[in-house]
Structures are given as C-alpha cells and as structure tokens.
C-alpha cells in the first residue's frame, strides 16, 4: 500500500489542490457572470489545470486493476446529470425550449465520455457497461427527484414531492398513466438496480460471443488485447 501510494503521490496532491480550489471557487468566490479581475479569472482556472495534470498523471494499470471507469465516469456525468441540470432547470425562463436541447445534449455528452473511454484504451465490455448505466440514469427520474430536492423551492406546488408526477411523461408511457409519487420511487429503483447491475455484471456478459466476433486478424480486438496499453500491442505487432 505505501508503495502505491508513493507512486501515485503526485497524481493525489494534484487531485487535492484541484478540489480545494474548485472548493474555494464555488463555496467562497461571488458566483459572478462577469469577471472582475484577472487575479479572479487565473485562479478559477486552477481547478482544471489542476485536475488535466492530476488526470494526465493518473496510475491506468492501478485504475484498470480496480476497475474504476465503473465507477468515476458514472459518477462525473452524474455530477452534471443530477445537480447542474436541475439548476439550470431551476432558473430558466424558457422551459420547454431548453429542456428539449438538455434532453438532446444529455446523449450526447454520455457518447464523449464513452468515446473518450474507448480512444484511450478501454475494453468493448466497459464501453456498453458505462454507456448504458449512464442512459438508466438519464430515464431513471433521478433528474426529476433531483430537481425537487436540490433546489430551494417557494412555489407550494414544488416545495414538497407531489402525491401525482403528472410531468414525467416518460414514466407515463410505461405505466399508461401518471405515477403516484411511491409509483415514481419504485420506477426509479428498479433504474438504480439496473445500473448497479450493469456496472457490477462479469465482463463476459457485455462481451458478444465469439462465434459473432470476425477472424483474428481482421476483426476488432478483443476484450484481453485492448485492455492492454496502447504502447504494449504497437510494440508487439
């Protein structure tokens, strides 16, 4: 364990000054739309200085052996998914327009994490295992729970959970009628099941099997090969 963690010491100090710095930015900094001075706009670039060099010296063989694409790319895009969109949700004036390009930039966002994923290495299985535990999360109803806890409502309407989720049109069409608010709870359970399961299910099961795979030499590489580091099959091949 001491030896891991001096190896990766700089990657950890990086990551702390990153969350410190993001820390002092949102929680100390005025949450200001214009910049005041420069000294103001340099250090609220910190936090992503200091997460790219963190990110660029972060340990892929410990990562791999611990699986934690399962887990961090998940939890980044729930980040965005279940606080920033509820915010913006929260304090738009033109609902319906800006939903709709949400629910489109939502997919889309989930495909560049996945891509990024994929161009740095990541196996197939990993690639279906995020990519569709993030889109459960998305037609979970998290965003809608989300958007009614996170948020300091004033309206009565919203200030506590509605008894009847007559908005969730998504769980409408599979229920063939609004949900109750425990309706909506059970939905929502069933997607964070689905998710574990997808995040927690052996490999084999993501991956197609091999009577649908191409020939060696010509098909895609397989789950073992492209695990391996990029550099690891140049040299071989």
Known sequence: ?????????????LMALAAGCAAVVWFVLPHDREVKSLGIFLFKLLPFVFATEAIARLDVELARRLHLVRILIPAAF????????????????DFPTVYYHILVLTPIIIMSLTLAYRLGGGTPGNVRRIAYA???IMVSGLEDLAFLKVNHHTDPQWATIPDVWTWASHMTVFLG????????????AVHVVLVIFVLAA?????TPPQSLRRGRHTGPPTEAAAAEPVEARTTRI
């Open 202 to 206: 052996p490999s084999r099961w993501l």
């Open 177 to 188: 009628h609004p949900p109750t608010k425990n309706e909506a709870f059970a939905f929502i």
């Open 134 to 136: 993030m889109l459960l």
């Open 1 to 13: 364990m001491s030896q891991v963690l001096r190896r990766n010491a700089t990657f950890l100090v």
């Open 78 to 93: 729930c980040v965005f998914f279940l606080y920033f969109v509820p915010k913006i949700f929260f304090y738009l004036d």
